[in-house]
C-alpha cells in the first residue's frame, strides 16, 4: 500500500506492506535510527515517538494506520544545533546510562510535561510508566524532566543547561 | 517479531466495514487502536488473514449526552474518556478505571470499544461497563441490535459480537452525582490485574442508597458481587459496615488459578478490594 507521512517536518510517501510497524517503517524505509526496538512485548517504551501530537509506542501501530499523519521522532527535536529543553535536562542531570531507553523517555517525557507542566515527583514517575530503564536510573531521569519543567516555565529566565 | 502477512483495508463507514468483514470470512479481525491486537500479531499468536481497519470511520468515535444516557463511541481513545467533563460527571467509575489501564502510550492510542470487544478477562473495561449497567450496540448486516453488557461476555475473549458485527458504541446510564473507585492490585508497573474490584455508590445522609460492584479477574467473565451491592443498601457508610458487606465479595466467583494466585487468594483479594473501593466510592 502507498502511505504518505510527513517525520520530523519531511514528507515521504512510500509503498509499504500491510504488516510493516510504524517502527520498522522509521528505521528501516527512512533511516530514522534513533528510534529503537528494546522489546518484543510493547512494555519498554523505548520506541516511542510522537503521532500527531500525542506520544505512542511505534512498535504498537502499523506504518499504514499513519497515512496522512504526522509523526515527530527524537531526531525531529533539536533545533539549529541546540538541543531541545528536555534533552538537554536529560544531559545536564546525567539521566542516562546506557542511553538505549532515553530516545523513549525523552519522546514521553516531552507528553508528559505538556499535559503536566509542573508535575510532582508521582506524577513524572505514573507518566513514565511506559518506559523501563534497566539501568535503574530513573532518579535521575525524573530529576530531569523536573529540571525540564522548571526551565520550559514561560518567564523562565535560567536557560536550559544552565550555561 | 514481524506479523504474518494479511491484507488491510480503513474504510470510512460502518456499512463499509461490516460487508468488508463478511467478505472476508472467518479469518478476518476488526483494527482499531490495535493496542492488543497488534502484540498479539506480531508474536503470532493470531494470524489473521484481512484487517478491517474501524480508525477511520468518523462516526465511531466521541462521546454525547444522550438525555439519561451516556453514548461512548467504540474508537474513542482511552486518554479522551479520561479528559471528557461528561465521563467525570456522569460516568466516573470508567474515568477511575481508565486511569489504571497500561500507561500514557497505550492510552493515546487503545480505544474504549476495542478493550470491550477484546474481552480480557483481566481488563480493567469490562467490570465498570458490566457495574453501569452498559448496554453495547453491534452493527452488523442485518442491521443494529443492543445488547446488555451482562449478556455481551460470553467467556474468554469471547463476546455476543457474530463474525460480521462491529461494536459501534456503547451506551452508558448516567450515574450522576454517585462516588467511584476502581480498585487495582498488580505487582508492577503496566501488569494486568491479578484481581480488580469497581465500585460506584450513591450515599443519602451518610447511608448507602445504591451501590454497584463489578468484579475484574474473578471468573472468564466479568461478574457483578451482587450479594455486597445488596447487603449495602440502607447501611451507614462507615468502615464497619462496608467491610461485613464485602465479606460477600467472593461468592459465586470462579476465579482461575495460575503463577499470580491461587484461587482462595484471588478470593481473599476480592473481599479486601471490594472493602477498599466501596470504601473510597462512598468518600468514607
Known amino acids: 500500500m502507498r502511505i504518505t507521512v510527513t517525520v520530523d517536518g519531511t514528507t515521504y510517501t512510500d509503498e509499504v506492506e500491510p504488516r510493516k510497524l510504524l517502527v520498522h517503517y522509521l528505521r528501516e524505509t527512512i533511516g530514522k535510527t534513533g528510534t529503537v526496538v528494546g522489546c518484543d512485548t510493547s512494555n519498554c517504551g523505548s520506541c516511542t515517538v510522537h503521532l500527531n501530537g500525542q506520544s505512542v509506542k511505534s512498535c504498537s501501530v502499523l506504518a499504514v494506520q499513519v497515512d496522512g499523519a504526522e509523526v515527530t521522532t527524537i531526531e525531529g527535536l533539536a533545533r539549529d544545533g541546540e538541543l531541545h529543553p528536555v534533552q538537554q535536562a536529560f544531559h545536564d542531570n546525567h539521566a542516562l546510562q546506557c542511553g538505549f531507553c532515553t530516545p523513549g523517555m525523552i519522546m514521553q517525557s516531552i507528553d508528559l510535561l505538556a499535559d503536566h507542566p509542573d508535575p510532582d515527583e508521582d506524577t513524572v514517575r505514573h507518566g513514565l510508566e511506559g518506559n523501563l530503564c534497566r539501568c535503574t536510573g530513573y532518579q535521575n531521569i525524573v530529576r530531569a524532566v523536573q529540571d525540564a519543567a522548571q526551565k520550559l516555565k514561560p518567564g523562565s529566565q535560567q536557560p536550559v543547561g544552565g550555561q | ?284
Open chain 2, 1 to 284: 517479531m514481524i506479523p504474518a502477512a494479511f491484507d488491510y483495508t480503513a474504510p470510512s463507514t460502518v456499512d463499509e466495514a461490516v460487508r468488508a468483514l463478511a467478505d472476508a470470512g472467518d479469518d478476518a479481525k476488526v483494527i482499531a487502536g490495535g493496542q492488543s491486537l497488534i502484540p498479539v500479531l506480531r508474536m503470532r499468536l493470531a494470524a489473521p488473514t484481512t484487517l478491517v481497519d474501524i480508525g477511520r470511520i468518523p462516526e465511531l468515535r466521541g462521546i454525547r449526552d444522550d438525555g439519561d444516557a451516556l453514548v461512548i463511541g467504540s474508537t474513542t481513545t482511552h486518554y479522551e474518556v479520561q479528559r471528557d467533563p461528561a465521563v467525570r460527571d456522569h460516568a466516573l467509575l470508567l474515568k477511575v478505571a481508565t486511569d489504571t489501564v497500561a500507561d500514557p502510550q497505550v492510552r493515546h492510542r487503545g480505544t474504549f470499544g476495542g478493550a470491550i470487544a477484546h474481552a480480557d478477562p483481566a481488563g480493567d473495561l469490562l467490570a465498570p461497563v458490566l457495574a453501569l449497567e452498559a448496554e453495547l450496540v453491534l452493527h452488523g448486516l442485518e442491521g443494529e441490535r443492543t445488547v446488555a453488557a451482562s449478556d455481551f461476555f460470553v467467556d474468554y475473549f469471547t463476546t455476543a459480537l457474530r463474525q460480521d458485527e462491529i461494536l459501534v458504541a456503547v451506551r452508558v446510564p448516567k450515574h450522576t452525582g454517585w462516588g467511584a473507585h476502581y480498585e487495582k492490585f498488580n505487582r508492577v508497573a503496566q501488569a494486568w490485574s491479578i484481581v480488580a474490584v469497581a465500585a460506584a455508590v450513591r450515599t443519602e445522609g451518610g447511608v448507602i442508597a445504591e451501590a454497584r460492584v463489578g468484579l475484574t479477574n474473578m471468573s472468564s467473565v466479568p461478574v457483578r458481587a451482587r450479594a455486597v451491592e445488596e447487603a449495602l443498601v440502607g447501611q451507614p457508610a462507615t468502615v464497619e459496615a462496608i467491610k461485613a458487606a464485602a465479606a460477600h465479595a467472593a461468592d459465586g466467583t470462579s476465579a482461575t488459578e495460575d503463577s499470580n494466585a491461587d484461587t482462595a487468594y484471588r478470593e481473599h483479594l476480592a473481599r479486601v478490594l471490594t472493602s477498599r473501593a466501596v470504601t473510597a466510592a462512598a468518600g468514607v
